[in-house]
């Protein structure tokens, strides 16, 4: 399956990131589905109950430790050590946003780690 088009849940209620290769597809466990059928159900079911999920799609790049980027991730630059991004969709592409000013930054993946994420290292915007 190509990167870009992978997904991952974040589960408010349990505050636990779910991942399409792990419990995301539980959801739907009935044994004669395939995989893409099994996701897709697990997908309608995070659209029907908005208030305790939030689906994040994967940029298809992976960062300098190999470590595939989805929305929502917070982003080191190695070139700019203090400054964090995060991850968005905008205009029709992801791109990287400043956590301290209205900046964007272009996706340059061998200078660039992934260190967390929004919804499970909140302090890690707190610190920047």
Not at 30 to 58: C, K, R, T
Request: charged share 25%; glycine share 6%.
């Amino acid at each position: 399956m190509n990167d870009r088009f992978k997904f991952r849940v974040f589960d408010k209620e349990k505050q636990k990131m779910m991942y399409e290769n792990s419990d995301f597809s539980d959801y739907c466990k009935d044994e004669w589905w395939g995989y893409e059928e099994q996701m897709a159900l697990a997908a309608l079911y995070v659209f029907d109950n908005p208030e305790h999920y939030i689906l994040m799609q994967s940029t298809g790049l992976k960062d300098k430790n190999g470590k595939l980027i989805y929305e929502g991730d917070i982003v080191k630059d190695i070139n700019i050590p203090s400054y964090f991004y995060i991850v968005v969709w905008f205009k029709g592409g992801f791109y990287l946003k400043s956590t301290i000013s209205n900046s964007f930054l272009v996706f340059d993946t061998t200078q660039q780690e992934v260190i967390g994420n929004i919804y499970e290292n909140k302090e890690l915007l707190n610190e920047n």
